[in-house]
């Protein structure tokens, strides 16, 4: 069955100036790159992006920033708040800046039961016609999305995708073996589990090392999804170096330095983050030194 997402969907990062406003400029580029590079989609305003420190307008602003600046490729915006009625305004924000889905983080601090997650999404689902995918990150919202919750929203036609943060691949596979036979897609939200998470029956990746490594991280799914799992796996081991300097402090913060000495952007982050360790910079450093030192592989078509 053709499921709605598969393949790479770089999380975005959001630029911004020295005065922490955003850069629409640098934000216009990116997404051109990232799309000449070959991803699937491009995913704003999510975690990586600083959503968190940014406000309702400037959410819209990102988002209609990055559908402008792309002609081929989807956008999926981030659109997830602790308060149901919140989550509603930014899907509709983001439905009519052009985006063509949502991605919802469950609802942190709350910690609803499961009706209240059930609720919650299908709420948003009904509020908006476009596709949405329910993304679990406990780390960042103190619990978990139940699997039997999972399992039922994936039985309506707007809920179409789960992004998997929770590190755990037992809870993965469970979310897939419950899903299986739904259009419905698991995507890796862990760049050091992406191939595990194919090999059980995901379809891809939301990403953050796709940032930096989108040729390469496209290569590393399109090959195991295409069976090849030799490959997948000597290109899983090329980035695991380079993927776990990227989360030695908080995401986004590792990547943007890396894209600073990649990309020579300013790698400014919003308070209460900042910027990343001078200690730590050189192991980045000498991680993106030795990717270089690697073949490009080509993204399959």
Do not use: W
């Not at 005065?19 to 400029?25: E, L, P, S, T, V």
């Not at 799309?35 to 704003?44: K, R």
């Not at 819209?60 to 956008?75: G, I, L, M, S, W």
């Not at 982050?269 to 270089?292: G, M």
């Amino acid at each position: 069955m053709t499921t709605p997402f598969s393949g790479v969907y770089p999380a975005m990062t959001t630029p911004f100036r020295e005065d922490r406003r955003i850069d629409h400029d640098q934000l216009a580029a990116d997404a051109q790159r990232l799309e000449a590079a070959g991803v699937d989609g491009l995913v704003p305003v999510g975690s990586t992006g600083e959503s968190a420190t940014l406000t309702h307008d400037e959410h819209a602003q990102v988002v209609e920033t990055v559908v402008d600046a792309v002609e081929n490729v989807p956008v999926i915006a981030g659109a997830g708040s602790n308060a149901t009625h919140e989550a509603v305004s930014l899907a509709e924000d983001a439905e009519a800046a052009g985006a063509d889905a949502v991605l919802l983080i469950s609802p942190y601090y709350n910690k609803p039961e499961a009706a209240g997650y059930l609720d919650h999404y299908r709420t948003i689902a009904d509020a908006v016609d476009l596709p949405s995918i329910v993304y679990n990150v406990p780390s960042r919202t103190g619990r978990n999305v139940p699997v039997d919750v999972v399992a039922e929203l994936a039985e309506h036609p707007n809920i179409q995708g789960y992004k998997a943060a929770s590190g755990d691949l037992a809870r993965v596979s469970d979310v897939i073996e419950r899903t299986r036979g739904e259009s419905f897609s698991v995507l890796s939200g862990d760049d050091g589990l992406t191939l595990p998470i194919c090999s059980l029956g995901g379809t891809g990746t939301i990403s953050v090392v796709a940032n930096v490594e989108p040729e390469r991280t496209g290569a590393m799914v399109g090959a195991a999804l295409a069976g090849h799992m030799d490959r997948a796996r000597d290109l899983h081991y090329e980035l695991a170096p380079f993927v776990r300097e990227l989360f030695v402090e908080t995401n986004p913060i590792p990547v943007k330095e890396a894209m600073a000495i990649r990309e020579g952007h300013p790698p400014h982050v919003r308070s209460p983050l900042t910027r990343l360790s001078t200690e730590k910079r050189a192991d980045l450093r000498e991680a993106l030194a030795a990717l270089a030192e690697e073949p490009t592989p080509e993204v399959p078509a």
